[in-house]
C-alpha cells in the first residue's frame, strides 16, 4: 500500500466515522460539529483524489455556510431543550433490515461498476483546468444555476418578510 | 528517500519559524497596540516591565499561564475547551500560504519561501477564516451564559455577513493574477501592486478585514458595553489568551493578506524581502490600531446595513467592471 | 496509485446510507435536512471518484454544481424550517399533520 | 452585404425579442408593482422592442434558403446531449412577428381597458410573461425546449384567465383551462417520451428527416404522431377538449384576445405545422388529424349560431377556424394552413378587441341587449367589427377570403370529397353566425329603445376619461382593421417567404378546384344573406318576424340548439364528471345517509383524507427508499 493509499483509508475512516457519530447523537449541536469533521474529512479526500478547487469550496461552502447556519439555527431557536421522540425498536428494526438491503445493494453495484478493480491514478485538475472546462462547456448550466441562487435569495427575503408582518400578509393574501 | 527527508526537515524548519515568527509578532503586536493606543489618547502606555514596557508581554503570558482555568457550570465542557484552540489553530493555519519571500537556494535545491505553495491558497486562507467562525460560535454557546450566547450568535452572523464581501472584493485581483496562488499573485505585481490597479478592491477588503477580525469599529460580538466580553465572557487564563492570541494572529494574517494580494507582497527596492513583508504588514497592523483609536462603534443594524447594501454591491459592481475591462482590452 | 475505485464508491455507498438514515429515521426536521446534505455529499464523493477513474473534469464540475444547489436547498429549507417551527412550537416531522 | 450583417444581428435581435417581455415580468415584479403607469410603460416599452426585432429579422431573412440554428449545450453526458437554442427558418420568424405584433396591440388597447384595475401592474406583468412564454415557444430549437415553454403558456394563460380571482367564475374557468390542456399535454409528453426513446434526440429539423423513418417503426410513428396531437387537441381546444375554450372567456377581454384567438390556441396549430414533416410520416395519424378537425369545426360552428353572448361566439369560432387550420395542415396544405393562421391571428384578435369596447362600454355581452341599448352608436368598433366579421366569412377582399380559398385549395385537392364538402358547410354556417351577430348588433329591434340608450351612450361620451379610453382601445382596431383589409393581397410574397429561396410549388388548378372555390364565397354570400334575411330584416319593426316568415329554419335552430347542448352536457359529463366522479360519489354518500350517519360519514372522511394529508414526509422517504432498493436489486442482480 502507497503512502496515498494509507491517507485515503485513514480518511475513510475518519469520514465514516465521524458521520456516523454524527447522525446518532442526542444533541444537534455535537451533530454539527461532528459533521463539520466529516466534511472536512471528505475536503481532504477531495484533495487526495486530485480536486484542490472542490476540495476548498467543499470546506468554505459546507462547513464554513452551510453548517454555520444550521449551527445559527439551532442555537437561535435553542434546539437543544427540546425532546426527540425516539420511536421503539421494533419500529426501527424493518427500517434497520431495509437499509441492509440498501447498503448491500449498493456495496454490489459499486463492486459491479466496470473499471471499479482498476486503482486510481494520481492525476491533479488544477483550477484553471477546472475553470475553463466548466465554463467552456457548461456555461449555460452556470447561467441556469445562478438564476437558481437569485430564486432562492428572493425565496428566503420573502420568507423572512412573512415572519415579521404575518398579520398584515395573511390579510392581504 | 534522501529526497523526502530532506523535503520534510525543510518543511519542519519553515513551521517552526512561522511558528515563532507568529507568536512574537503577536504578543509584540500587543504592545504596539498598547502603547500606540496610550500615545492617541494621551498616556504612556506600558512602561514599568522593561525599557519602555517591552517585557511586558511576557509577564501577560506568565499572568495569562498562572491564572485559574475555571469552566463554568452547566458548560459543555469538551466543546469549552476546544473552541479557543479552534480560533487559533485557524488563524495560525491561514498564514501558510502566505508567501515570506523569493525562492531560496539551499545545498543546490530551491526552497520556496513559504509553507506550502497551494494552487488554491487564496480560498485556503478563506476557507480557514470561516471554520474560524466556529470556535467564536462554539465557544459563546458552550459557555451556557446569556452574554456570551449573544456574542456568538452575532459573531457568527457578522463573520459571515462579511466573508461575502471579503472573498468577492478579491475576484479582480484573481482575474487580473490569473490564479488562486499566493506566489502567482505576489509574481503578477512584479511591475505595479495591484492597489494602484483595484483601489476600490482594496478598500473593501481592508473594511471586510477589520469586520473579519472583529476589531472597533465593528467589535459587537465583545462590545463591553451591552455584553461584558460577549463570546470570551466566561473564558479565563490561557483559554482566554488563546482567543486573544487568536484575534492578533488574525490581525497578522490580514495584514499579510493585504500586503501579498494588495502592497506586492515582499517585493521592494532595497531592503530585504523579508523585511519588506513584515514593514508592509505592520502598516496595516497600525492602521488597524489607528482605526480602533479614533472611530466609535456602529450599530448593530448599521454593520449589517455596511456589508449588505453598501460593500457587496459594491464589491459585485467591481467584479463585473473588471470583467468587462479585462474582455474589451483582450485581443 | 491510490486505491481501487471500488472502495472509493464503497465509501460513498456507506455515507449514502447514513445519510438515509438520518433522513429517515430521526424524528427532527434539522436532522432530516443534515440527512439529505450527507447524502448530497456521498453522491459528491462518488463523482469525484469517478472523474478520476475517467479522467474527465465531468464529473467535478458536476460537484460544483451541486454545491451551489445544496446552498440554496439549504438556505431555502432552513428559513421554511424556522417558519414552521414559529407557526407549529415544534421540529418532529408528525407535529405537523393539521391543514390550515 | 447583408450577409454579413444579418449573421452578426440575428442572434441578438432573438434573444432581445425573447428576453425583452421577461426582463420586464421579473423587474414589474419586483419592483414596480406598487406604480401601474411604470409597469404598464415598461411591459409595452419591452414589447415594443420584441416587436421592433420581431419585423427586423424577416426583413433580412426575406430570401432564406437554410434554417439558421444557434444551440448552446445544456446538458452533456457521454453521448447523449441536450442542446438549447434559437431555431430561426420562415415559419419561426413569421409566428414570432405574429405574437410580438398582436401582443403589442392588445397592450396598448388594454391601457384603455384595464385603466383603474386594482391588479393593472399584475395584468402587465403576466401580459409580459405571456409574450416570453410565447415568443420562446416559437424560436425553440428543439421540441423539449418547446415543451418548456408550452407548459409555461399553459401557465400564464391560467394566471391570465384567473385574473380577476375574486371572481369565483373565473377561477372556476383558469383550473378548467389549466386541467384540460394539461390532458392533453400528458399525451404529448409521452409521444416525445416514445420518440426521445428512439430517436435519442429532439431536434425539430431532424425529427422529419431520415433519422426518423430509419429508428422508427410506421406504425410506431403513427402512434406518436398521434400522442403528440393529443397535446394540439389540448392547446388548440380540439374535439374532445374544446370546452374548456368558451369558459376561458371569463378573463379580461384583451386576454381572450390574445391568449384564445391569436396566439395560445394557435400555439397547437403552431405546433404542427412545426413538426409538419414528422406528421406527414404517417398517413393515417393524418386521416385522424382531419377528421378531428372536421368534427370540431363542425362542432364549433352550430354551437356559434345559437349563442347569444358575443364573446362565445368569437369563442366558438376561434375552435372551429382552427379546427380549419388543422384540416388545411392534415390534408397536406402546409402553406394555406399557415396562412390561415396568419390572416386568423389578425381578424379574430379584431373582432375580440371589438367586443372588447361594447363590453367596457355597456358591461354586457349578450348581443340582443346590446343591439337594444345603441350598441352601434360606437362607430369605430361596429364598423370594424363588420371587417373582421367579413374577413371571418371569407368575403372578396379581405384577408380571410384568400386564406380560406388556399385551405379549400388544400381540400379539394384530396380524393375524398367529404373533406371539401365538410369544409363548405363549415364556410356557411361560419358567413351566418359572423352576420348574424353584425346584423342583430346594427339594426336593432325597435327604434325607441335605441333612442333612449343614444342619449345615455353619448352622455358617457362627455366624460373626458371615457372618451381617452375610448380613444386608446380604438386605435389598435384601425389597425387591425387595415391589416385585414389588405394581409389577404401578400400571399404570394408570403408564400415566396415560406419557401424560402426555392420556387413555391404551384398549386395546379383543376376544374374541381376552381368549383370549390367558387362554391365557398357562394356559399360565404349565402350565409350572409341568411343572416340577412332572419336579422336585418327587423329594421322594418317586425320583431319575430323570423320565426313566422320561415318556421321550419326556426325550427331547425331549435333543433340544431338542442343538438349543441346534448353535445356540450355530454362533453361536461365525460370530462368534468370524469375528473370529479370519486367526489361527487362522495359527495352523494354523504348527503343520503341520516344527519346522524351523514356526521359519522364526514367525520370517517375527513379522518380517510387527513391521512392523505399527513406530513408523513418520513414514511414517504422510507418507501422511495424500498423502491430505489428493490429497483436496484432488480436491474443488477
Partial sequence: ?173 | MLTWIAGFIVLVVKLVAILFFLLMAAAYLVWVERKFLARLQLRYGPNRAGKFGLLQPLADVVKMLTKEDVVPDGADRVIFRLAPAVVAGTAFLMFAVVPLGRDLTLFGRSVPLVVTDLNVGLLFAFAMSSLGVYGIALGGWASNSKYALLGSIRGAAQMISYELSLGLSIVPIVMLAGSFSMVDIVNAQKGLPFIFVQPLAFVIFVISAMAETKRIPFDLPEAENELNAGYHTEYSGMRFGLFFLGEYVTMMVFGGLVAVLFLGGWRGPWLPPFVWLVIKILLVAVFMIWVRGTLPRVRWDQLMTIGWKALLPLALLNVIVTGALGLIMSP | MIAPFSHVLALAAVVFTLGAYCAVARRNLIMMVLGVEIMINAACIALVGASLRWGSLEGQSFVLFILAVAATEVSVGLAIIVYAFRRAGSFDPDAYNSLK | ?637
Fill in chain 4, 1 to 637: 452585404m447583408t450577409a454579413f450583417w444579418s449573421d452578426h444581428a440575428t442572434l441578438p435581435a432573438i434573444v432581445l425579442a425573447t428576453f425583452a417581455p421577461f426582463a420586464a415580468f421579473f423587474a414589474i415584479m419586483l419592483f414596480t408593482r406598487g406604480r401601474p403607469r411604470l409597469s404598464a410603460r415598461l411591459s409595452i416599452g419591452a414589447i415594443s422592442v420584441s416587436l421592433a426585432c420581431a419585423l427586423y429579422l424577416p426583413c433580412v431573412h426575406w430570401r432564406m434558403e437554410q434554417p439558421l440554428e444557434y444551440t448552446a449545450q445544456w446538458i452533456a453526458s457521454g453521448s447523449f446531449s441536450i442542446p438549447f437554442g434559437f431555431l430561426v427558418d420562415p415559419l419561426s420568424l413569421l409566428m414570432l412577428t405574429i405574437v410580438a405584433a398582436i401582443s403589442f396591440l392588445v397592450q396598448m388597447y388594454s391601457l384603455g381597458y384595464m385603466a383603474g384595475d386594482p391588479g393593472f401592474s399584475r395584468y402587465y406583468a403576466f401580459m409580459s410573461l405571456f409574450a416570453w412564454a410565447m415568443m420562446s415557444l416559437t424560436v425553440a430549437s428543439t421540441v423539449l425546449q418547446l415543451f418548456i415553454f408550452w407548459e409555461l403558456v399553459g401557465l400564464s394563460s391560467y394566471l391570465l384567465i384567473g385574473f380577476w380571482f375574486e371572481k369565483f367564475s373565473a377561477t372556476q374557468a383558469g383550473k378548467k383551462a389549466f386541467v384540460m390542456t394539461r390532458v392533453g399535454d400528458a399525451s404529448f409528453y409521452i409521444g416525445l417520451l416514445l420518440v426521445l426513446l428512439h430517436m435519442g434526440n429532439l431536434d425539430i429539423l431532424e425529427l422529419g428527416g431520415p433519422k426518423a423513418t430509419e429508428s422508427m417503426s410506421p406504425g410506431f410513428i403513427t402512434l406518436a404522431a398521434l400522442l403528440v396531437f393529443g397535446g394540439i387537441v389540448g392547446k388548440s381546444a380540439q374535439f374532445p377538449l374544446l370546452t374548456w375554450l368558451p369558459d376561458a372567456m371569463e378573463g379580461p377581454t384583451p386576454v381572450s384576445a390574445l391568449l384564445h384567438s391569436a396566439t395560445m390556441v394557435a400555439a397547437g396549430v403552431y405546433l404542427f405545422a412545426r413538426l409538419f414533416p414528422f406528421f406527414s410520416l404517417s398517413s393515417t395519424a393524418m386521416t385522424v388529424i382531419l377528421a378531428v378537425g372536421t368534427i370540431s369545426m363542425l362542432l364549433a360552428s352550430t354551437m356559434a349560431m345559437v349563442s347569444r353572448d358575443i364573446k362565445r361566439v368569437w369563442a366558438y369560432s376561434t375552435i372551429s377556424q382552427l379546427g380549419l387550420m388543422i384540416m388545411a395542415l392534415a390534408a397536406g396544405g402546409w402553406f394555406a394552413g399557415v396562412f390561415h393562421l396568419t390572416t386568423h391571428a389578425g381578424f379574430k384578435a379584431l373582432l375580440f378587441l371589438c367586443s372588447g369596447v361594447f363590453l367596457h362600454t355597456y358591461e354586457t355581452g349578450d348581443i340582443f341587449e346590446l343591439s337594444a341599448r345603441g350598441g352601434r352608436n360606437l362607430k369605430i368598433p361596429a364598423l370594424t367589427l363588420a371587417v373582421g366579421a367579413a374577413a371571418l366569412s371569407g368575403l372578396p377582399p379581405f384577408s380571410g377570403y384568400f386564406s380560406k380559398g388556399a385551405v379549400m385549395g388544400a381540400l379539394s385537392g384530396l380524393t375524398n370529397p367529404i373533406w371539401a364538402l365538410a369544409a363548405l358547410v363549415g364556410v356557411l354556417l361560419t358567413a351566418y353566425y359572423s352576420f348574424r351577430v353584425v346584423f342583430v348588433i346594427f339594426f336593432p329591434g325597435s327604434g325607441v329603445a335605441e333612442s333612449s340608450v343614444h342619449s345615455h351612450a353619448a352622455g358617457e361620451g362627455h366624460e373626458g376619461g371615457h372618451a381617452e379610453t375610448y380613444r386608446a382601445m380604438a386605435w389598435p382596431l384601425l389597425v387591425l382593421a387595415g391589416v385585414t383589409l389588405i394581409l389577404g393581397f401578400f400571399e404570394a410574397p408570403l408564400r415566396g417567404f415560406l419557401f424560402g429561396g426555392a420556387t413555391a410549388p404551384e398549386a395546379h388548378e383543376s376544374v374541381y378546384a376552381l368549383m370549390v372555390h367558387y362554391a365557398a364565397i357562394g356559399l360565404g354570400l349565402l350565409g350572409v344573406a341568411a343572416a340577412w334575411v332572419e336579422f336585418g330584416w327587423s329594421r322594418a319593426k317586425r320583431v319575430g318576424l323570423v320565426e313566422r316568415w320561415s318556421p321550419a329554419l326556426a325550427n331547425l335552430f331549435a333543433e340544431r340548439w338542442f343538438l349543441d347542448h346534448f353535445y356540450r352536457a355530454f362533453m361536461e359529463s365525460v370530462i368534468d364528471k370524469g375528473f370529479a366522479s370519486l367526489a361527487h360519489w362522495n359527495d352523494r354518500r354523504v348527503i343520503d345517509g341520516t344527519i346522524d350517519g351523514a356526521g359519522r360519514r364526514t367525520i370517517d372522511a375527513g379522518r380517510r383524507t387527513a391521512l392523505w394529508h399527513l406530513g408523513a414526509i418520513q414514511r414517504r422517504l422510507l418507501t422511495t427508499f424500498a423502491v430505489v432498493a428493490f429497483l436496484a436489486l432488480y436491474f443488477f442482480l
Fill in chain 1, 1 to 173: 500500500m502507497t503512502l496515498y493509499g494509507f491517507l485515503f483509508y485513514i480518511v475513510a475512516a475518519i469520514i465514516i466515522g465521524s458521520t456516523a457519530m454524527a447522525v446518532t447523537r442526542r444533541n444537534l449541536v455535537h451533530v454539527v460539529i461532528y459533521l463539520v469533521l466529516s466534511f472536512f474529512g471528505t475536503a481532504m479526500l477531495f484533495y487526495l483524489l486530485g480536486a484542490p478547487m472542490l476540495a476548498v469550496l467543499e470546506v468554505i461552502i459546507y462547513a464554513g455556510a452551510i453548517m454555520v447556519l444550521f449551527l445559527f439555527v439551532i442555537m437561535m431557536i435553542r434546539v437543544d431543550s427540546l425532546e426527540e421522540v425516539i420511536p421503539p425498536f421494533r419500529q426501527r428494526l424493518p427500517a434497520m433490515l431495509l437499509g441492509g438491503l440498501y447498503l448491500g445493494c449498493a456495496l454490489l453495484m459499486a463492486r459491479g461498476t466496470p473499471g471499479a478493480g482498476a486503482s486510481l491514478p494520481l492525476l491533479t485538475a488544477s483550477p484553471k483546468e477546472l475553470a475553463l472546462y466548466v465554463f467552456g462547456e457548461h456555461w449555460f448550466t452556470i447561467e441556469l444555476v445562478s438564476l437558481l441562487l437569485l430564486a432562492a435569495l428572493m425565496g428566503v427575503l420573502n420568507l423572512g418578510r412573512m415572519k415579521a408582518d404575518e398579520a398584515g400578509k395573511e390579510k392581504s393574501a
